[in-house]
């Protein structure tokens, strides 16, 4: 019996953790997660952009040129740079999204 409770004891702690890794890195919590697997980082001045392989969109000088005139109209900075995801399709976005989408997804089909 006590066997059998050291065994729980031990595996129930590592299933947690690897399902816990497995939401970070490919699940609902991947947009929190440090590392983004399968993605491309582009670092600009006042972004960074995480592509995933098979995007479309490639103007993300864009978007840059945007976060100053936002940060003006607010009146407030950015505390750090804003990380934007760009997924190559919507079955990829629905994967790695806690939200349904809403206002917070913009489906863009060329840029």
Same mark, same amino acid.
């Given at each position: ?13 590592? /299933?947690?953790? *690897?399902?816990? @890794?497995? #939401? ?5 919590? =991947?947009?929190?997660? !440090? ?27 864009? /978007?840059?040129? *945007?976060?100053? @005139?936002? #940060? ?5 900075? =950015?505390?750090?740079? !804003? ?29």
């Amino acid at each position: 019996m006590r066997r059998k409770i050291k065994t729980v004891a031990i595996a129930l702690p590592v /299933i947690v953790l *690897l399902l816990f @890794s497995y #939401e970070l890195l490919w699940g609902k919590l =991947f947009a929190y997660s !440090p590392v983004k697997v399968g993605f491309i980082k582009h670092e600009l001045p006042n972004i960074v952009v995480f592509t995933e392989k098979g995007s479309t969109l490639s103007s993300y000088e864009a /978007i840059d040129t *945007l976060i100053p @005139s936002i #940060e003006e109209f607010h009146a407030l900075g =950015f505390k750090s740079k !804003p990380e934007i995801l760009i997924f190559s399709d919507e079955a990829s976005y629905h994967q790695r999204s806690i939200r349904e989408p809403g206002y917070l997804y913009i489906p863009i089909v060329a840029c």
